[in-house]
C-alpha cells in the first residue's frame, strides 16, 4: 500500500448488503404497487358490472311494459276468449336498447298444474292465513303423477303432504305430513305453512325425490293464487293433454284428450257449450265442478323477461294477472323464477 493512500471506509460486504436491502425495498413496493393495481383494476370492473346489471335491470323492467301492453292488446280483441291467434303464446318479443337487447316472452301459466290449488282460502281473505286441503285438487294432483308413472301409492301420499305443506291447520291428511314429522328428521325443517314461491319447494316435501320431480317439473308452477286450478282449453295444446286429462274423475285416456285438442277450431271454441258437446265428453257427463276448471281464456300468464348490456346478463320470470275483464288490464303478482318465476344473474 503507498503511503499516502486512504483505508475503503465501506468494505464490500456492507456495499453488498446495502444494494439488497434496496433491492429489496424496490421488490416489496413493485408488489404492493401491482396489488394496488389489480385491486383498482377489479374495482373498475366492479363498478362497470354494477352499473351494467343495473341497466339491465331497468331493461327488464321496460320489457315487462311492454309485454304486459301487448297482453292486454291480446286480451282485448275478444272478451268473451283468449286464442292461439296472433302467434303470441311463448314468442320472444326483442327490444333493442343501447349496447345490448332485452327480450319478453309471454307463456300461459293458466296451463300447468298450479301447486297452490292444494289448497282453500275462506272468501274474503287473501294469502294462507286459514287456508285448508281441497280434496278435488289433491286428487288430480295424484291422478296426474300417475299418469307420468309415479306408483299409485307415493302419488297419494306426495299430493297429500303437499297440500299439508301448504295449509295452515297443523292435522296431517291420512298420507301427508305435519310439523311432527319434519322434525324428525336428520335435517329437521318446518313446512311453510303458506304458499309456494316456487315449484321447487316441492322437494322439501315428504316422499319427494329428485326422479319424481323431474318427471313432474315440466307441468307443475306455482302461481300465488289458491282455489282449483283452471286450464284454457283454447290455449292448451295436444302436448300438455295430461292437464285436462287429469281433470276427470274417471281416467280419460291421454290419447284421447289429444285427439280432442287436436280438433280444436283454429280460432277457438267460443263457447264451453260447443266443447262440452264433443261426443266423447257429452258421453262421460262432467261433474259441474269439472266443468268450471275448463276456461275459454286465461287469468294467469308468466311473462320471461331477459335483458343483455355489456355481456351482462340478467334474466327475470313474472307471473301476471289480468285482473280486469271489462278494462282489459293486467296486473304484476311479482317475482318468482324460471318456471316460476326468479332472477338469475349469467
Not at 134 to 149: D, S, Y
Not at 169 to 196: I, K, V
Request: charged share 20%; net charge neutral.
Amino acid at each position: 500500500m503507498k503511503p499516502n493512500a486512504l483505508p475503503n471506509p465501506t468494505p464490500d460486504k456492507e456495499r453488498g448488503a446495502a444494494l439488497l436491502t434496496v433491492l429489496l425495498l424496490v421488490a416489496v413496493m413493485s408488489v404492493i404497487a401491482a396489488t394496488a393495481l389489480d385491486r383498482l383494476q377489479l374495482s373498475t370492473r366492479l363498478a362497470a358490472n354494477g352499473a351494467a346489471m343495473t341497466q339491465a335491470r331497468y331493461y327488464s323492467f321496460a320489457a315487462e311494459a311492454i309485454a304486459m301492453s301487448r297482453l292486454e292488446d291480446l286480451l282485448a280483441r275478444d272478451a268473451a276468449q283468449l286464442t292461439l291467434q296472433g302467434d303470441w303464446l311463448d314468442r320472444e318479443i326483442p327490444i333493442p336498447v343501447d349496447q345490448g337487447l332485452a327480450t319478453a316472452r309471454i307463456k300461459d301459466a293458466s296451463n300447468c298444474f298450479n301447486l297452490n290449488s292444494l289448497v282453500i282460502s275462506p272468501p274474503g281473505q287473501t294469502g294462507p292465513v286459514s287456508s285448508y286441503a281441497n280434496p278435488v285438487t289433491v286428487n288430480q294432483f295424484a291422478r296426474m303423477m300417475k299418469m307420468l308413472q309415479v306408483p299409485e301409492y307415493d302419488a297419494d301420499a306426495i299430493a297429500q303432504a303437499a297440500a299439508d305443506w301448504i295449509d295452515s291447520d297443523e292435522e296431517p291428511l291420512p298420507g301427508g305430513a305435519e310439523d311432527s314429522y319434519y322434525r324428525g328428521l336428520a335435517n329437521p325443517r318446518l313446512p311453510a305453512n303458506q304458499m309456494m314461491a316456487d315449484p321447487s319447494e316441492l322437494l322439501a316435501v315428504k316422499g319427494m325425490t329428485q326422479a319424481y320431480y323431474a318427471r313432474m317439473a315440466p307441468w307443475i308452477c306455482a302461481v300465488p293464487a289458491s282455489g282449483p286450478t283452471e286450464i284454457n282449453i283454447n290455449t292448451l295444446s295436444p302436448d300438455q293433454a295430461i292437464l285436462f286429462a287429469m281433470l276427470f274423475d274417471e281416467p280419460l285416456p291421454i290419447g284421447e284428450a289429444k285427439a280432442i285438442l287436436a280438433r280444436r277450431p283454429a280460432n277457438g271454441y267460443g263457447s264451453l257449450v260447443r266443447f262440452w258437446s264433443e261426443p266423447s265428453l257429452a258421453a262421460r257427463s262432467p261433474s259441474p265442478g269439472l266443468q268450471g276448471q275448463v276456461k275459454l281464456k286465461s287469468r294467469f300468464f308468466q311473462l320471461q323477461m331477459k335483458s343483455c348490456i355489456q355481456r351482462q346478463s340478467l334474466e327475470i320470470c313474472k307471473a301476471c294477472r289480468y285482473c280486469n275483464c271489462e278494462q282489459g288490464s293486467a296486473a304484476s303478482l311479482g317475482i318468482g323464477a324460471p318456471g316460476n318465476l326468479t332472477g338469475n344473474h349469467l
